[in-house]
């Protein structure tokens, strides 16, 4: 429904051979796989379809969260929210209360994309304005629900352009201080309309996460992105102000979609950390810890902790894999 330049997932409504919806029960067949592994969160993501108002959220969150209640769902986004309450007819609000009364219990940030005008217009014409997206996580964290804040880089903005960026998210942290983590990524250049005509540095990004370090001052946490620029520059992200590297991911479909083919393992993680002279810790969505892997005699054996390959758009990749549950070393 909103046709960005920049991404490979998106799929016409009545393209029936490139567009796709899981069933419920498939969804929950996930959940199950995520539990079984220890994993704790799931980040429920997709396209705007062209049917899906908040009725459609309310029950899936409600199936999972009485299937499996330990399960955090980080999910969703502004940009889903002001698509969902135009389908429904409600007001954003109504729809935050609404999905979050059913069991979202966090916002992820995407949609963010780039705020200010200029860029959002290049790349994301179609979308709400970043002012919208701001204004809509600003009434979630009011409503008590917290999100992650994205930026995505390397699209053709400017050196102003980012740093207005963070000033906006800045302005609307100070006033809720609802925005957990900020995260910048890369874009990615394969299968969409900007045919990687620009791309931002690995340079440039370390910069970035410094410069948020130190400009985001009232964000508690920076997030490096291997799953964009790699594992060695996620590594590196740790030298330069980031204090999280994100999940393993068991399975993701937006950002492979568009040539990111980074996968890693719990423990290549835990080594990156590791060897980085940091501690690795295993997080809650709320940055709890959970597990402090700090002696490495003690580290977890479970080899199953693997980020897969589903994207459609990938050589090997399904947008329905089986995740093969192997015995546990």
Known sequence: MTACKFCAFYAAPKDTKKGWSRDLDDILRRCAETVELGGTQIMFQGGHHPDYGVEYYEEHFAAIKKAFPQLVIHSLGASEIDHMARISGVSAEEAIRRI???????????????????????????????????????????????STVTMLMGTGETNAE????????????????????????????????????????????????????????????????????????????????????????????????????????????????????????????????????????????????ASHISSTAIDGGTAHPELKLIPAS
């Not at 995407?110 to 204004?135: D, H, Q, V």
């Open 162 to 305: 980012r740093i207005e960026h963070l000033r906006m998210i800045r302005e609307v942290q100070d006033r809720t201080g609802g925005f957990r983590a900020f995260i910048p990524y890369t874009y990615q250049p394969e299968n969409n309309h900007l045919k990687g005509r620009t791309q931002a540095t690995m340079f440039e990004y370390l910069r970035m996460i410094a410069i948020a370090r130190i400009y985001l001052d009232n964000v508690a946490h920076i997030q490096g992105s291997w799953l964009t620029t790699g594992k060695e520059i996620g590594q590196l992200s740790l030298h330069y102000g980031a204090d999280d590297l994100g999940s393993v991911m068991l399975e993701e479909n937006v950002v492979s979609s568009a040539g990111a083919k980074h996968r890693s393992n719990r423990q290549e993680l835990i080594d990156l950390i590791r060897t980085a002279g940091r501690v690795p810790a295993q997080r809650g969505t709320t940055y709890e810890h959970l597990v402090i892997h700090d002696d490495p005699a003690n580290d977890p054996v479970d080899d199953r902790v």
């Open 100 to 146: 979050h009364a059913a069991g979202l219990d966090s916002f992820a940030g995407a949609g963010a994309e780039l705020l200010p005008a200029r860029p959002r217009k290049a790349i994301a014409p179609l979308k709400e304005s970043g002012e919208r997206w701001l204004e809509i996580m600003e009434t979630a964290h009011n409503l008590g629900v917290e």
